[in-house]
């Protein structure tokens, strides 16, 4: 089992910087990859892939409409995995949770919600003008 728990959602202003956590514990040696997702405001809308982290080898893949102004990365204990949203835009308006998976896997890129075994209950993050 892994619990993951995110951090530092909040409201901002377009063009400013925040940096969420997710905090892993539990059979953290176990992850295989972590990632990124959000979902937009309405009961409706979809989970999306916005970032994932690689656990062998620390790559790390983004969205197109975030490269360039997001980061993920992780702790050298393993236990955080870190968010940095730069010059952010009311697009990026959204709760977002962290995954992670357990299960083995060829080492591709993945970014699809089914590819991930455990999830956190979410942050908050609202940009205005």
């Known amino acids: 089992q892994v619990q993951l728990v995110e951090s530092g959602g909040g409201s901002v202003h377009i063009g400013d910087s925040l940096r969420l956590s997710c905090s892993i514990s539990g059979r953290t040696a176990s992850v295989n990859a972590m990632a990124w997702f959000r979902q937009a405001p309405g009961s409706d809308s979809e989970r999306f892939f916005v970032a994932v982290l690689k656990s062998s080898d620390g790559e790390t893949y983004y969205r197109d409409s975030v490269k360039g102004r997001f980061t993920t990365s992780r702790d050298k204990a393993g236990n955080i995995l870190y968010l940095e949203m730069t010059n952010v835009r009311p697009d990026d308006t959204a709760v977002y949770y962290c995954?992670?998976?357990?299960?083995?896997?060829?080492?591709?890129?993945?970014?699809?919600?089914?590819?991930?075994?455990?999830w956190g209950q979410g942050t908050q993050v609202t940009v205005s003008s």
């Open positions: 995954a992670a998976r357990t299960r083995g896997y060829g080492g591709e890129y993945i970014t699809n919600t089914y590819n991930f075994d455990y």
